[in-house]
């Protein structure tokens, strides 16, 4: 049973390892994808077109058809850049009890299942992911880098930064820990900066200290990416993080204050509580997942979306893309768009955009992905259905293009409904 269960998880990789080998011998043409509709992820749409793609990257959209390309007839899809997802966590998965898998377990049955939750994502529409964070991330990423496993672009901060009030560290401490990160080669910090909503969010770090981790995350060129809740809000944007997440609690005038210091927020509409509430039974009873916590959780549910409603119409304000998923949420991450769209009144579009450009804008990846336009990677995915006029378009995505590779394409009305 177990070497059928261990052969059912590795055959989807192997099978779309083949496929991606199939379609890079046939890719070393040009490719073209014909499509009548294109969101071009900046906010505009374009019809009757073609994108021309060479090298890996996007050459051109629209004239005429190299001569000898390999064509893909996207006409009856939507057709758009790779979603962005700023906050997802792939090593987190239930283990063979059910249970959510602990750090006990044996890391290269952790790194299968992080392997299979970024095919679940890549297949899902999402070409780029930011992991927030895990030490295995750096295995995953150089796999998918180098070694042609499916999956999305990573951008890791390996380890974050706890905050642990005084016990934390002095300011030069932090400041040798992030050197110490950017060492082993993360991408971008994650600072811990409150307690678990769970515990009730409370700041766990001084202004100091996070001006400490900030500053010098500047001076090596990271980002920085701050768990905040409260006060560790405004926190956060006054010592000149990169972004913050979560927010609850936040008051509108923490809202403008990020707003107008240009700090990125990415508040969670509903895809990861729900998560949690729907897998209530895998996560009862591991760490502070208690009876207590759960109906913390569906308390604030309302008031995270109370919160989203805020922010987006808080004018100024870089409202991005992140689920925070984790151990049952991956594959899932763009029902966070209906949540966002459907029940907290966000335009379509917007929530589109803040997956695409404004998301790569936030990730520093601006020039690489998160729009269709000439020199950038060709991360294209292609949607049944219109998602400007049917959110729920986003669960069907049968295109996935990854730096010019196919790696899922479908036929029409194989898509979830």
Same mark, same amino acid.
Request: hydrophobic share 40%; charged share 20%; glycine share 10%.
């Given at each position: ?264 927020? %990415? =508040?969670? &509409?509903? *895809? /990861?509580?729900? !998560?949690? @509430? ?5 996560? #009862? ?61 966000? %335009? =379509?579009? &917007?929530? *589109? /955009?803040?997956? !695409?450009? @404004? ?5 520093? #990846? ?52």
């Amino acid at each position: 049973m177990r070497s059928r269960l261990r052969f059912a998880i590795i055959l989807p990789w192997f099978v779309a390892l083949f496929l991606a080998t199939v379609f890079s011998i046939a890719q070393e043409r040009p490719i073209v994808l014909k499509a009548s509709t294109v969101l071009d992820g900046k906010g505009k749409v374009h019809h009757s077109t073609i994108i021309v793609v060479e090298g890996g990257r996007i050459a051109r959209v629209g004239g005429t058809a190299p001569q000898g390309a390999v064509t893909y007839d996207l006409s009856r899809l939507t057709v758009l850049p790779g979603w962005i997802d700023a906050h997802v966590h792939p090593d987190w998965h239930f283990d063979a009890t059910g249970k959510l898998a602990g750090e006990n377990e044996p890391k290269e049955k952790t790194a299968l299942a992080a392997a299979a939750n970024s095919w679940k994502m890549l297949a899902g529409g999402f070409t780029t992911v930011q992991s927030l964070g895990s030490p295995l991330d750096n295995d995953l990423r150089d796999a998918i880098e180098r070694r042609g496993l499916p999956g999305p672009r990573i951008l890791t901060s390996l380890d974050p930064i706890f905050g642990r009030g005084d016990s934390t560290g002095t300011p030069d401490e932090l400041r040798a820990l992030v050197q110490k990160h950017v060492q082993d080669g993360a991408d971008v910090i994650k600072i811990f900066a409150s307690g678990s909503i769970r515990e009730g969010g409370k700041p766990t770090l001084s202004q100091d200290q996070l001006n400490a981790i900030c500053d010098e995350a500047k001076k090596v060129g990271l980002r920085t990416v701050v768990h905040a809740y409260g006060p560790s809000v405004r926190m956060a944007s006054i010592a000149g993080c990169t972004e913050v997440e979560h927010g609850l609690y936040a008051t509108d005038d923490d809202l403008h204050f990020l707003a107008e210091h240009g700090t990125y927020f %990415d =508040p969670q &509409a509903g *895809l /990861v509580i729900q !998560n949690y @509430l729907d897998n209530k039974s895998h996560y #009862l009873g591991i760490g502070n997942y208690t009876e207590t916590a759960f109906d913390t959780m569906t308390k604030v549910l309302p008031a995270f979306q109370e919160l989203f409603r805020h922010a987006i119409a808080m004018r100024g304000l870089k409202v991005i893309f992140g689920t925070d998923a984790v151990a049952g949420a991956h594959g899932h991450n763009a029902e966070e768009f209906l949540y966002r769209v459907q029940t907290c009144g966000q %335009d =379509p579009m &917007a929530a *589109l /955009v803040s997956a !695409n450009s @404004l998301a790569a804008e936030a990730l520093g #990846l601006q020039d690489r992905a998160g729009s269709i336009a000439p020199g950038l990677d060709a991360d294209i995915i292609a949607l049944d259905g219109d998602p400007l006029k049917d959110i729920t378009a986003v669960r069907r995505v049968v295109f996935v293009m990854k730096g010019g590779k196919v790696f899922v394409n479908l036929p029409v009305g194989t898509g979830k409904p």
